[in-house]
């Protein structure tokens, strides 16, 4: 890498730094709400919340850094022309293959980040997210425990406490149980106490009553008791009962998947050839975007009255080619044979830069003299 090289790439790491930090709490910011009110629905504290969003930071790396380094390129290119930088650069020789290579190796460190993003960290994270997510949602004793507040842990359960202490006891309990519509069945207790075992908790209620309504028949029948236990551990969803999605898999299961994982009942083989093609194709956008930037600025021209409209077209044109990819992922989902649609659109970026960059080093021929005109 030559001074000049360096001295591009340097100028790219600022804007991009930038552009990363602005675009991550923005996006950051709209995929914590859907952990928000999970964490504050159960009770948690601020720790979970924490490690709930350190979860999503690969999911929102995987679409800020293309885009922040699309944006680094083109913010870049912009204020070197505009600055005279770069005529002076052609000016003393510095062809736009030159000019070209810092760009694309600036791309290639980017696409070498995405790749550990996609391929190991994004799955990781989310399994861990949806393991803790699916615990979380689980904790029926953080759910339940509300003083004076309806509750409802699960579909068809609601749950209400006059009053309740640190160590698990309550007073002035109630819990109405429809789960099996046509027989309700409603529990109130003046005492209860919250206690966890090997096989799960259980709610242990005194001096209360039970009363079930048969709609078929139109009775109500009551049953008063000293003590009775109400079990949570059927209402539990363990993390090994979860049906695990394709972004929870690495590449490697994604793109032939295993007998053991076709057999299940809702495998989908689209779902599971797209996800893995775009974990093997989205670290390739880190690349052809700021090389689209390339295209629009360099191979454009020098333009006195500056860059608007190649901006603007630069910026359509990396839209479009997003759009692209998430058009081909689509269609793979319904077809998974068709998952080389995927690589398409950077692939043909990388072709039309290296078919430029060609045609610029060609040596050009000029005409005979025996053709020239008189």
Known sequence: MTRL?????????????????????????????????????????AAVFAEFTALLLPVVMSIILPVSAFAA??????????????????????SFAGI?????????????????????LMPTAAHKLRDRMADLRGDLASAMVREGQFVHPVEGLTVFIGDASRTGEMADIFIHDRRKPDAPITYSANRAALVRGEDGPRVIMFDGAAQHFDRRSGALSTLRFETFVYDLSPLLQH??????????????TLVSPPAELRSLPWFRLGDFVAEGHEQLSAPLYALALPL?????ILFGGFKRRGYALQLWAAIGTGLALRLAGVAAKSLTTGVAGLWPLMYLPPLAVFGVTAWLIWTSMRPRVAPDADEAPA
Do not use: H
């Not at 993390?239 to 490697?252: L, N």
């Open 239 to 252: 993390a090994d009962q979860r049906r695990r999605k394709p972004s929870e898999y690495f590449f490697t």
């Open 5 to 45: 090289d360096r001295y591009i790439f340097a100028q790219l790491l600022g804007p991009f730094g930038f552009f990363a930090l602005v675009f991550t709490g923005v996006i950051w910011l709209s995929q914590s709400l859907r952990i928000i009110d999970l964490v504050v629905n159960n009770g948690q504290s």
């Open 73 to 94: 390129a083109l913010y870049t290119l912009n204020r070197l022309y505009v600055e005279s930088e770069l005529v002076v650069m052609m000016a003393a020789g510095r």
């Open 100 to 120: 070209t290579r810092p760009i694309l190796l600036f791309g290639l460190a980017v696409m070498a980040a995405m790749m550990v993003v996609t391929l190991y």
């Open 292 to 296: 689209v930037a390339c295209l629009f």
